[in-house]
């Protein structure tokens, strides 16, 4: 199946500074990502859809100017929290849509990565 | 706007037990079923999905869903569950956008 790579797997960094995590598809070309956030003991949110070439579409209640998006390729997209805080401390998810399958909405899903701002 | 209940929110069950997970979505529209599932220390997977076509649906592992259009449900079945399937599972629903359920964590005793 389609594998979705994501670096760092974890994170620490200090309060104030930038961090840049990277989706990577590895087996497929994908058009679109997506960004997740996921809190302790709670379902994934999704932050913003990430599309190649063009900008990011975000959720309502999140910053842009904050998770800011770059999908500059068919197999990388990053998202990079600007100025962290420690209430951006979280679980990062990206999935990736294989539009080889045409038929589905599929999504596959990196392993992850756990920031924590101190 | 869609949304995604599961009203499990902690399983536990002896090997060999039968399993029933719920799922209750609203939704509009063309509807994608989805069973995602997340053993310990790892990324999520999918386990099965269902687009259209027969509402009972194969995934991997053993397990099966059954779409349920008149109620809105997708429940998760599999009739002998094994220690390896202590995992999360997550129901979600969604055409372009995909929305999350918050999770049904279930553990196997051996």
């Known amino acids: 199946g389609a594998v979705v790579s994501q670096h760092p797997s974890w994170v620490i960094c200090k309060s104030g500074t930038s961090v840049k995590i990277e989706c990577r598809s590895l087996?497929?070309?994908?058009?679109?990502m997506f960004w997740y956030r996921q809190f302790p003991k709670q379902s994934l949110m999704l932050m913003a859809t990430s599309n190649e070439g063009s900008k990011a579409t975000y959720e309502q209640g999140v910053e842009k100017d904050k998770f800011l998006i770059n999908h500059a390729s068919l197999t990388l997209s990053t998202l990079t929290v600007t100025s962290a805080h420690p209430e951006d401390s979280s679980f990062y998810i990206c999935?990736?849509?294989?539009?080889?399958?045409?038929?589905?909405?599929?999504?596959?899903f990196g392993p992850g990565t756990r920031l924590l701002v101190l | 706007a869609q949304s995604v209940s599961q009203h499990n929110h902690h399983v536990i069950l002896s090997e060999a037990a039968s399993l029933e997970l719920g799922c209750n979505y609203s939704?509009?529209?063309?509807?994608?079923l989805f069973w995602y599932v997340q053993y310990p220390g790892q990324h999520l997977q999918l386990l099965l999905k269902?687009?259209?076509?027969?509402?009972l649906v194969k995934g991997i592992k053993g397990f099966e869903a059954e779409f349920i259009k008149s109620k809105f449900s997708f429940n998760l079945r599999k009739p002998s569950v094994q220690w390896s399937d202590t995992a999360e599972y997550f129901c979600a629903v969604g055409y372009q956008k995909v929305t999350f359920g918050t999770g049904t964590k279930l553990q196997v005793i051996p």
């Open positions: 999935s990736a849509r294989d539009p080889v399958e045409g038929w589905g909405e599929t999504q596959y």
């Open positions: 087996d497929f070309q994908a058009t679109t």
């Open positions: 939704y509009g529209g063309t509807v994608n």
């Open positions: 269902y687009f259209s076509g027969d509402p």
